[in-house]
Structure formats: C-alpha cells, structure tokens
C-alpha cells in the first residue's frame, strides 16, 4: 500500500482507493465481504477505545498522576494485542481501578517524543531516576488513537481515509511538520512539562533532524530538551539512566 506524504483532495481520493483494494483483499481471503456497514461498527467501536483512552491519559495530566508512563505505553501497546470488544472491557475495569490509587511521587514531569518506542522498559529506565512520563507523542503510544473519527456513514472507506491522512501523526508527512511541533509544545504545556526527552531511533529517517526545528519552539516556551540515541535492543540503559539523572535534576535545579 502507498501512504501519500501529503494531504489534499487529490491525495484522499489515492489513498482511499489503496484501503478499497486492501478490504477486497481481504474480502476475498476471509470469505466476509468488507462493505461500509461493518465498517461503521467497527469505527464505532474504535472511538469507544479513543474516549477510554482519553480518559486514561487525563489522569496522567492530573496534577497528581496515579499512572506511570511506562504502565500507559504497556496499556495501549495492548490494543494491537486484543479484539476491540476485550480491549474495550479491559480498559474500563483498568480505568476504574486506577482512579482508587495513590498519586505516583516524582521529581519531575516529563514528556517522551521521537521514533518509533513499543518498549515500556525504556520509559521505566527514566522513571526509576524519578521522572514521571505524564504525556508522550509516541506512535505505538498516544498518537496511535487521535480524537475520534468524523464519520460519514454513506462513505466510511473516505471517512477513514481523510481521517488517517489529514491528522498530525508523524514527520514523514511533508506538508505538517509546523504543525506537530505546535502540537508538542501545546501538549507539553496543558500537561505541566518540565522537560521533554527526544529518544532518536539510530538512522531514523523520520526523526532524525527534527530536533533542529523543534527545539527553538521548546525554548521559546521554557521547556528544555534532552536528546537521546537508541537502539531497537535496551543495549544502552546504563547510559540512558545516567543521562536521565542528570536532566532531572538539572530540571530539580
């Protein structure tokens, strides 16, 4: 499948063309034709999973959280794990379970952007320094959900389509990237920031230079950037713990 790396009519109208082969496809090797009827249940019950969620992460904004970074990461890694009718079950006796907890103690409030990170021991490397992860721009993390879908049940294939494509998701798209740093360091501020940590996957085309053009936005907001290089394997937490330590407590400071 072709994703377009930038976002207008012309581009929609492509991209919902390559989901239409990709459910024929489909269609074909199940047996269970895809039409725009299931695809309205479906969207209904993946902005179920978008609102709990929601929910989820307003308690990591809590001037209190009661949710580690790492244990939010681990949650919603789980929805590529379970059908949305479990996840959704799941995540609703979570939710009522966490919201009985004591609030995490921390020494700083941090947020998590970069590459690509499905590895919750990462964020625990940094949080076991004292530093709570209360916000990410991750895309195994809080990105993967977005706001709900605006469906238009006589077209939810194009629904879809324009939805995936106009969101701010990732720098690979050409034609937003003012955007998603706007919206880091928006994020940031509703979430109480005290410093992001850029993680920068080794030869990660997508994040590999935007610390450039984001950080001058950090600055002007106040917020100082601590950057990271990583390896797909925990090869190097010793030297993210002792990175880690030092940037909180120059946050401390």
């Given amino acids: 499948m072709d994703a377009p790396r930038i976002t207008n009519e012309t581009t929609i109208e492509f991209y919902k063309e390559e ?65 949305p009718d479990e996840y959704i ?15 995490i103690e921390s020494r700083a409030r941090l947020m998590v952007i970069g590459s690509a990170l499905d590895n919750p021991a990462y964020l625990k490397v940094i949080e076991d320094k004292g530093g709570l992860v209360v916000a990410d721009d991750l895309c195994f993390g809080e990105r993967n959900f977005g706001e709900p879908i605006a469906l238009d049940e006589s077209d939810a294939l194009g629904s879809i389509a324009k939805y995936y494509l106009s969101r701010n998701t990732c720098p690979r798209s050409l034609d937003n990237r003012p955007a998603i740093h706007s919206e880091i360091v928006k994020k940031a501020k509703e979430y109480g920031v005290q410093g992001v940590v850029y993680q920068k996957m080794q030869n990660c085309e997508c994040w590999g230079g935007e610390a450039f053009y984001l950080e001058p936005a950090l600055k002007e907001a106040g917020i100082p950037m601590l950057q990271v290089e990583r390896e797909e394997q925990m090869s190097n937490a010793g030297q993210l713990a002792i990175r880690a330590e030092a940037f909180i407590e120059m946050l401390e400071h």
């Fill in 19 to 83: 989901l239409r082969g990709l459910a024929d496809a489909l269609g074909e090797l199940t047996g269970q034709k895809v039409t725009d009827e299931r695809l309205c249940e479906a969207v209904e019950k993946y902005n179920e999973i978008r609102k709990l969620i929601a929910e989820v992460n307003q308690l990591r904004r809590a001037e209190e959280p009661v949710i580690s970074g790492a244990e939010a990461l681990a949650l919603m890694i789980k929805a590529g794990d379970m059908e």
């Fill in 89 to 103: 079950e799941k995540l609703t006796e979570f939710l009522k379970d966490a919201k009985t907890r004591a609030p």
